[in-house]
């Protein structure tokens, strides 16, 4: 899977929606996905990046993508049934679904750690993921098979001092795809998650700001075992926690 290299049609006629599209891996895992034929649907907080990635996708001749600007801390459970009832009516369905989009928050011993950013960090990072999955399962449910992976990190699997909300909210997530996984065992949907490993984004360096961010590996580096989980070549993988890098250097 980590040297995994994706025939040119991959995910030709696939629908896939990536969240935290504007920048960084999901970004990278968007263009690389609309790069193999899928039609993307990029949903991020800012209107602007999405149309940077849109504009991307389009100049390099690959499907047109939907945009769905929407703030995952503050949408509501409602917001999550009109997106699925506009996917429904534009696409009727939806092949992969990834959850990308995550927030840091700070690093703080719990003590200090502010109770505001700690709700806002588990509403990005664990129950958006939640809110979203089940307002799509129906649209899931119609492919012959789908794809549903979670973002996860080093500490969301083993927990670390100061990482306060982070962590627990990735551990949050690890807990959500087994049950999930569990529940949709023999069916169409596989369920995964994937920890990218350190990569090159905004959100290593706000972690990180010491490091010097060139040893790190671009985004554009890392995307063949996303586009192995999210296409046909990975079904068969279900109720896994995978990682996207060899073990080299510490993760977040
Ligand atoms: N980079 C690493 O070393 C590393 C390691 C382990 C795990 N991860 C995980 O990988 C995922 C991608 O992170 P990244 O490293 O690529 O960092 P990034 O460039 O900061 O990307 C985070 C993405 O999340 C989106 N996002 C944040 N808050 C949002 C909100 N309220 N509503 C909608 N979208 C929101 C951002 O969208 P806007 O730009 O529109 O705000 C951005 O596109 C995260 O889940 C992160 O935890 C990263």
């Known amino acids: 899977m980590l040297d995994y290299k994706p025939s040119a049609n991959l995910l030709r006629d696939r629908v896939i ?9 999901g970004r990278a895992v968007a263009l690389a996905a609309a790069a ?6 990029l949903l991020g907080r800012s209107q602007a990046r999405l149309e940077q990635a849109y504009d991307a996708i389009e100049a390099a001749g690959h499907p047109r ?6 703030n995952l801390e503050t949408a509501t459970v409602k917001d999550y049934e009109e997106l699925a009832a506009t996917l429904d009516q534009e696409f009727g369905r939806l092949d992969g679904l990834l ?9 703080a011993p719990i003590d200090h750690y502010d109770p505001e950013t700690w709700l806002k960090v588990c509403q990005v990072n664990l129950n958006a993921p939640f809110l979203l999955t089940r307002a799509c399962l129906p649209l899931l449910r119609r492919p012959e098979q789908a794809s549903v992976l979670f973002t996860s990190a080093e500490v969301g699997r083993q927990g670390r001092a100061y990482w306060g909300a982070y962590a627990a909210s990735l551990a949050g997530v690890e807990g959500l795809v087994e049950v999930l996984a569990d529940e949709l065992e023999n069916t169409a949907i596989r369920v995964n998650s ?5 990569v090159r984004t905004g959100l290593r360096e ?4 010491a490091e010097d961010p060139t040893h790190l590996p671009l985004p554009e580096s890392i995307v063949g075992p996303y586009l192995y989980l999210l296409g046909p070549d990975g079904h068969g993988v279900h109720g896994q926690r995978l990682r996207a890098q060899r073990e080299t250097r510490t993760g977040g």
């Open 65 to 70: 993508p939907a945009l769905v600007p929407l």
């Open 206 to 209: 706000e972690a990180y700001p």
């Open 36 to 41: 193999h034929g899928a039609t993307l649907v």
């Open 17 to 25: 929606l990536v969240t935290g599209a504007g920048t960084g891996i």
């Open 194 to 198: 994937i920890d990218p490993g350190p």
């Open 99 to 107: 959850h990308n989009a995550g927030i840091l928050g700070r690093l």
